[in-house]
């Protein structure tokens, strides 16, 4: 009989954790500060249910699958909703004058004496995991403050497209369905990522505010506002998202992140969620992967000839870093995948360290940033390299320590990829200096530095011809001789762009060759804007420039050229753009 108060010794006994993996959370908790059972599930080595069970044991209390047991309605009724989610319980059964509820923390006594007030009644308890507690929750209590699950789900399909003829979209793990016995606020959630995902959505914004939840889709990088359900449906909307999560959810004050695994029609999708608290409550953000997107090749992106050439004979070089840079959102890790896809070769071994890890490309060995365990860039760079890998991709470069063993791991005799959150090319020379990397390190090393951003693509379909003024041309920097033979277009709008104009997303490029010049140019701590100039001089086409081209060539309009590039004037444009 296991030790009272130790139920690591009924997992060990059971063989469902091994004395090593014990003794690794043992110490992982006691370096958070966290409970023993916490660490053991976040490690991965139990299941919640299992360390539940072994609980249950050790305290001599009843185990509850919820899965398997029915609560009757009159039982649900004896605890308001808002306790229930409140507290993370659930009614049981009641017994002459106890209730007994399910509870995950037998040690949480302030919340047993809270109830027995709240309810003025005495309080068994019996034990199952959190996240079943919560998912039970969403089940049983069927009716939101009142109002019917018809009703609730009115609200935010009065506009919505026809999804009966759509497959359906369930979250992997998640036991409700979508129909009419379901909980609204499951099937209003459900409903929602459904519609996002027909409607090629790469976010889905979730925003409180005074008197309105307004959502927002993320369409082509534009974000387009849907219905808004009111206000007092915000707890149970961002309560569902974190229980299909696994995150806290009692947890009010911190900011929090997750993922979802979403099955949509014949496609494996991921949802990588956060959650951060706003004045007027939590807002969430679920960012929708497709692994479809990642499957593009190089030519694809929409590099020029030029470019295209010059960067296919850069990453077949045999060690070097070179980055990839721009906002979030610019489409870096889709072309860095590009690049590692091209790479992929049995015959060669490549390491990657992404937080977190978005896609997962087969033949890849991917390590996952984990900050709570001490897993940060510069330590999986450091057993990489015992790895004796080929290629090393690592997620960002952005400190010191992360920066210089990248630019180690090129010095002796590897090809690295990064990125890097700067506006142009030239810039990234300058931040690899500004986070305290020697010049001279970052001359030796860096080969090459790609800029990009992207751009909305003219719908295919309902494409048109558009004159362009002479006063628009002017301003926009392009020469008579180049407007006569170009191919100005834009979309008048229609079901397949559903009304906008644009549908898809393409690149604009600016690449930087580190040559001898521009290498010596760093030595000597030159500035951003002369090595730019260098650059342009050598012939690289920079980002307005290489959206101009877009334009001349009728695949995107000068609109989204304005909105993602700036015009400088160094920015000269003639007959040569097309190289």
Do not use: W
């Amino acid at each position: 009989m296991a030790r009272k108060g130790d139920f690591s010794e009924i997992l060990l006994r059971r063989r469902i954790i091994s004395q090593d993996q014990l003794n690794e959370a043992r110490q992982v908790s006691k370096d958070q500060n966290a409970s023993l059972a916490e660490t053991i599930i976040k490690l991965g080595y139990a299941s919640g249910e299992d360390v539940m069970r072994a609980v249950a044991q050790e305290h001599g209390r009843d185990y509850v699958d919820l899965t398997e047991v029915t609560i009757p309605e009159a039982i649900i009724e004896l605890v308001p909703e808002s306790v229930a989610r409140e507290n993370a319980i659930l009614p049981l059964s009641k017994d002459e004058d106890a209730l007994k509820v399910i509870v995950s923390d037998p040690y949480d006594i302030d919340t047993v004496e809270k109830l027995r007030f709240i309810l003025n009644c005495r309080i068994e308890i019996a034990l199952a995991p959190r996240e079943k507690i919560l998912e039970a929750i969403n089940k049983y209590y069927s009716q939101i403050e009142g109002e019917s699950a018809d009703s609730v789900l009115q609200e935010f399909t009065d506009t919505a497209i026809d999804f009966t003829e759509t497959a359906t979209t369930t979250a992997v793990g998640s036991t409700e369905q979508v129909d009419e016995n379901s909980a609204p606020i499951v099937r209003l959630v459900d409903l929602m990522i459904k519609e996002a995902v027909l409607l090629r959505a790469s976010d889905i914004h979730i925003e409180p505010f005074e008197e309105i939840v307004r959502i927002r889709y993320r369409i082509d990088g534009i974000l387009h506002k849907r219905d808004s359900p009111p206000r007092r449906l915000l707890a149970a909307i961002v309560s569902r998202v974190k229980i299909l999560a696994r995150m806290d959810i009692a947890e009010r004050r911190r900011p929090q992140d997750g993922r979802i695994k979403i099955t949509a029609g014949d496609k494996d999708l991921d949802l990588r969620v956060s959650i951060i608290p706003t004045s007027h409550g939590q807002s969430v953000v679920m960012r929708i992967l497709d692994k479809e997107n990642i499957k593009v090749g190089i030519r694809q992106l929409g590099l020029s000839d030029y470019n295209f050439q010059q960067f296919t004979q850069l990453i077949r070089r045999p060690n070097g870093i070179v980055l990839v840079t721009g906002p979030t959102g610019s489409g870096k890790t889709t072309t860095l995948y590009a690049a590692l896809n091209a790479l992929n070769r049995p015959d060669r071994k490549i390491i990657t360290a992404e937080e977190p890890v978005e896609y997962y490309l087969p033949g890849i060995n991917q390590v996952e940033v984990r900050h709570n365990i001490g897993l940060d860039f510069a330590r999986i760079i450091r057993s990489m390299l015992r790895q004796a890998p080929n290629i090393i991709l690592v997620g960002e470069m952005r400190d010191e320590e992360t920066a210089s063993m990248g630019i180690q791991a090129s010095l002796t005799g590897h090809l690295v990829f990064s990125t890097l959150h700067t506006n142009d090319a030239p810039s990234a020379v300058t931040r690899m200096v500004d986070i305290g990397v020697p010049n001279y390190l970052v001359a030796s090393s860096v080969i090459a530095v790609l800029a990009q951003r992207l751009v909305r693509l003219i719908c295919t379909k309902c494409k048109q011809q558009n004159v362009l003024s002479e006063a628009v041309l002017r301003d926009a920097g392009i020469p008579p001789k180049l407007a006569a033979k170009a191919n100005f277009s834009k979309g008048k709008g229609c079901s397949n762009c559903n009304k906008g104009g644009y549908r898809g997303r393409q690149g604009i490029f600016e690449l930087m060759l580190i040559n001898s010049k521009i290498r010596e140019m760093i030595f000597k701590s030159v500035s951003a804007v002369e090595i730019r100039k260098q650059a342009i001089n050598q012939g690289m086409k920079t980002l307005y420039v290489d959206g101009i081209r877009k334009v001349v060539q009728g695949v995107t309009t000068l609109d989204e050229v304005y909105r993602n590039a700036k015009r400088t004037e160094q920015d000269i444009i003639s007959e040569d753009i097309f190289r």
